[in-house]
């Protein structure tokens, strides 16, 4: 097995139907822009009643269906935030908190520690959080999952890594391995993926990648490094 292999997304989503939220973030082939982009899968009606919206350079889930929303308390939430020279993206509420540690002189991991992975037995989804801090037209990015430590939810087991940024390296993470009853968590580190020069070929890929029946949402945005001057792209399956 090549440990330094970097995957094309297609290969690694190949026949799951199932990863659930994810986030990527790494740098692309060129060295010229930073990469974060955020995906939401749903099963029930209730996950898949969503939408993303970008507000302000910020995005949020919102429901598409307000009529249909069932419990959204884990699913409406901010998935991306700026604070200063830092880029906040998770798969949940805990996107606040790190914002607001950050706010109060904490670390990211420092932040997370108030947290822990989602309360929905049996399936005690994990947290999945993701920060890039830019300087001297470069970045540096944290990635972290809070995961439940055995089937019982009894503790929470706290997974950090850090990364400088390198030409065409991305790094994948997402809360399920694949489907199942319970959904068996991510295991091990993040995957090593592939980071595409233009903006519109690494959306399509990772997009195209995901379950056609269980994919809802895709945000992704691409940072100039040496202007940050943003591009962005949003693909809702719900049409709004």
């Not at 990863?19 to 930073?34: L, Y």
């Amino acid at each position: 097995m090549d440990i330094y292999k970097i995957n094309d997304v297609d290969e690694l989503q190949k026949g799951n139907t199932y990863p659930g939220r994810g986030i990527v973030i790494g740098k692309t082939k060129d060295g010229k822009n930073a990469c974060v982009a955020c995906f939401i899968m749903g099963r029930s009606s209730n996950s898949r009643n969503r939408i993303f919206t970008e507000k302000n350079g910020e995005v949020f889930t919102e429901p598409f269906d307000v009529s249909k929303v069932e419990d959204p308390s884990l699913i409406i939430y901010a998935a991306v935030r700026q604070f200063e020279n830092k880029l906040i993206v998770t798969n949940g509420d805990q996107t606040d908190t790190i914002y607001d540690g950050l706010a109060n002189g904490k670390t990211f991991f420092e932040s997370l520690e108030t947290r822990e992975f989602e309360p929905d037995s049996p399936n005690f989804t994990p947290r999945i959080s993701g920060m890039l801090t830019f300087e001297n037209n470069d970045f540096s990015y944290q990635m972290s999952i809070l995961k439940s430590i055995d089937e019982k939810g009894s503790s929470c087991a706290r997974y950090g890594f850090s990364y400088p940024s390198v030409s065409g390296l991305g790094h994948f993470i997402h809360t399920y391995v694949c489907d199942g009853n319970p959904i068996p968590t991510f295991q091990g580190e993040p995957k090593r993926i592939s980071i595409e020069n233009d903006i519109d070929v690494f959306t399509d890929n990772l997009w195209n990648a995901l379950d056609e029946d269980n994919k809802i949402s895709l945000y992704v945005r691409y940072i100039n490094l040496e202007n940050l001057e943003t591009q962005t792209r949003l693909i809702n399956k719900n049409k709004v």
